[in-house]
């Protein structure tokens, strides 16, 4: 198209994918380059024993995010995927032979409280449902669905809904005070506590007001047929069909810069491809640490080890289960809490009893016997400390195993594995420079860490982020979203500024060989 913005997006995890989409479809000349063979980022799916496990995120929420970006891209969420709604949202259990289904239905995730800690508990659920759902309320539209607000900005809206909402949604309360005066059950507060992993934090530091991802759940989970990298492959096809290139095995070198703006990406081979802007889909820290180049190193901060978000240790496996009523997402509880969290945080070390989940790939609410071999990924929580590998000896992976495998013992669970894979902060390191392996990019931590973290644009102009380690935060729908505000920042900048296209070429690429110096960067996701 003459006289249509170029830009490249760096990466195809889904913020990426999502700023493709957008950009395409609003005629946009858009490259996307990714370092691995198969697009996704962190939705990838592992070869283990010949079967594909899905390695990544399991667990897809906030539909109504996908929709409208098929809907942007003038078609249904139904053409890309085939998806299935979860009735249990995850079965959790307890050394002490407690266990507790939460389901799409509030009703029967409350009577299935009051069965297993008593009436009282089931009437303090339902309490902290109607709030949660208020808390999603009043901060979906002013930050969810905008631009980095600022808490001026956020307090003038909740503001119009009443002083008693403002209260409730101040993040002065962690995760962890707030649900201690909403449950009397110490086993309630460790489930729901549990939330804060989920953007890579501790409920004894992350703002109360995260406390709502409870309500997104049971606005609903889905599962994706063929898993998660499904969804990553369907997207993928929606940016190439509204005119997106999409190149796989193409690591970035560099960003590439003229008069202190970005023009454009140097990939690994000496190729340049030239742009009037660059969404950068890997983490803010991969540039900060200067693996997209010295001339973009400026462009967003390097996330310190003392504020990374947590890693993980995930086994993918086939094995055969015994003991257990399994369903598709069930979590097994460790026996301290706190304990945990001070080995992760303070210690930087997998706590002697960790807390597990255990994703039954292959089966979904109907717990079942099973037959033969079945598809499992098995996640513990781990220090982002990727990038000293000396921490992470054969004997140290040994004890994490050890210590896994006991958690599921006490619970009654035990895999007989015929094939596994050990994915460890070193690998998530190596597939994601920059970061020590950290999964959500900086950690929630203290009352303004919602609002500290870098938006849509850059130090560097013409240079955007999207993806996890940036506004609105990290998980799938937020990923996406904040690809979709980075492609509406990235057209609302380039319809304003005048484009000149480079003199050296007379198309959008160059095969000019790279600079000496220039080291390649597999930093994309």
Request: hydrophobic fraction near 45%.
């Amino acid at each position: 198209m003459v006289g249509s913005p170029r830009v490249v997006v760096v990466g195809t995890g889904v913020g990426g994918l999502a700023a493709a989409i957008e950009l395409a479809a609003a005629g946009a000349q858009v490259t996307v380059v990714e370092a691995q063979p198969e697009v996704g980022g962190k939705m990838r799916a592992v070869d283990v024993g010949g079967a594909l496990v899905d390695a990544g995120p399991t667990v897809l929420t906030m539909l109504w995010v996908f929709e409208e970006l098929a809907r942007a891209a003038g078609a249904s969420l139904a053409e890309l995927v085939d998806l299935e709604r979860a009735e249990i949202i995850a079965r959790h259990a307890w050394s002490d032979g407690t266990q507790l289904d939460l389901h799409a239905d509030p009703a029967a995730s409350a009577d299935a409280i009051g069965r297993a800690f008593g009436a009282r508990e089931a009437a303090r659920f339902r309490a902290f449902a109607r709030e949660t759902a208020r808390i999603y309320a009043a901060v979906e539209g002013p930050f969810i669905r905008s631009p980095r607000p600022s808490v001026l900005d956020l307090a003038r809206h909740v503001t119009s809904l009443g002083a008693a909402t403002l209260a409730r949604i101040d993040a002065h309360r962690t995760m962890a005070r707030a649900l201690e005066s909403a449950f009397g059950d110490p086993r309630l507060v460790q489930l729901f506590g549990r939330y804060a992993t989920y953007v890579g934090g501790s409920p004894y530091e992350a703002p109360a007001t995260l406390n709502l991802i409870a309500h997104v759940e049971s606005a609903g989970v889905w599962r994706v047929r063929g898993g998660m990298s499904a969804l990553a492959r369907g997207l993928a096809a929606l940016a190439s069909r509204v005119g997106a290139s999409v190149r796989t095995s193409s690591p970035v070198a560099r960003v590439i810069t003229r008069g202190r703006r970005a023009a454009g990406v140097e990939l690994a081979s000496g190729e340049v491809i030239f742009a009037d802007a660059v969404v950068w889909n890997g983490d803010q820290s991969a540039l900060g640490a200067g693996l997209a180049g010295a001339d973009v190193a400026a462009a967003a901060p390097r996330t310190p080890l003392a504020d990374r978000s947590l890693s993980a240790l995930a086994w993918v496996m086939a094995a055969r289960p015994r003991g257990f009523p399994l369903v598709h997402h069930n979590v097994f509880f460790s026996d301290d809490y706190p304990a945990e969290f001070r080995a992760l945080f303070d210690a930087r070390r997998v706590p002697d009893r960790p807390t597990v989940y255990v994703c039954a790939e292959d089966r979904g609410d109907v717990a079942r016997d099973a037959a033969g071999a079945e598809r499992f990924l098995l996640v513990v929580n781990a220090p982002a400390t990727g990038d000293a590998p000396e921490r992470w000896t054969p004997e140290e992976r040994e004890r994490c195993e050890r210590v896994t495998t006991a958690t599921l013992s006490a619970c009654g669970l035990t895999l007989e594995r015929t094939a596994d894979r050990l994915l460890s902060p070193v690998e998530l390191e190596r597939w994601y420079p920059g970061t020590g392996g950290a999964i959500y990019g900086p950690r929630p931590k203290g009352p303004t860490s919602s609002l500290s973290r870098e938006g849509s644009t850059t130090k560097v102009s013409g240079l955007y982020l999207a993806g996890g380690s940036v506004h609105p935060g990290a998980g799938v729908p937020m990923a996406a979203t904040s690809g979709r505000l980075a492609a509406a920042r990235v057209l609302a900048d380039l319809a304003s500024t005048p484009r000149s296209r480079p003199a050296a070429t007379s198309g959008t690429t160059s095969t000019a060989r790279a600079p000496m110096g220039a080291s390649p960067s597999s930093s994309s996701r």
